[in-house]
Nanobody, 122 residues
Framework: QVQLVESGGGLVQAGGSLRLSCAAFGLTFSSRGMGWFRQAPGKERDFVATISMLGDTTYYADSVKGRFIISRDNAKNTLYLQMNSLKSEDTAVYYC???????????????WGQGTQVTVSS
């Protein structure tokens, strides 16, 4: 059974940093493109960042480019999202997801975590 378990969310002041983690179970992590998405109340789930199987290719939403860094440790079956210079508009539930390739569309992702709340106070 595939499980993606996010952690690291919380409350942070604007300008601060958080690091999200996503532990993967039940799949061949190193053969999966991985992504982070987020969903604010009343809004659709939006793409944040994606990373290729080997971690050599990354792609970011314009809204987080230069502030967020996606990375992975295939030996630990873990995906990360380092979030810096956080803004109030970054407040959302953050989800990790597994796909066959790195992709920006939710439709390419087969497996999803339960999400972790990130709240940025201004």
């Amino acid at each position: 059974q595939v499980q993606l378990v996010e952690s690291g969310g919380g409350l942070v002041q604007a300008g601060g940093s958080l690091r999200l983690s996503c532990a993967a179970f039940g799949l061949t992590f190193s053969s999966r493109g991985m992504g982070w998405f987020r969903q604010a109340p009343g809004k659709e789930r939006d793409f944040v960042a994606t990373i290729s199987m080997l971690g050599d290719t990354t792609y970011y939403a314009d809204s987080v480019k230069g502030r967020f860094i996606i990375s992975r440790d295939n030996a630990k079956n873990t995906l990360y999202l380092q979030m810096n210079s956080l803004k109030s508009e970054d407040t959302a539930v953050y989800y990790c997801a597994a796909s066959d390739i790195a992709a920006a569309s939710t439709r390419r992702y087969s497996y999803w975590g339960q999400g972790t709340q990130v709240t940025v106070s201004s």
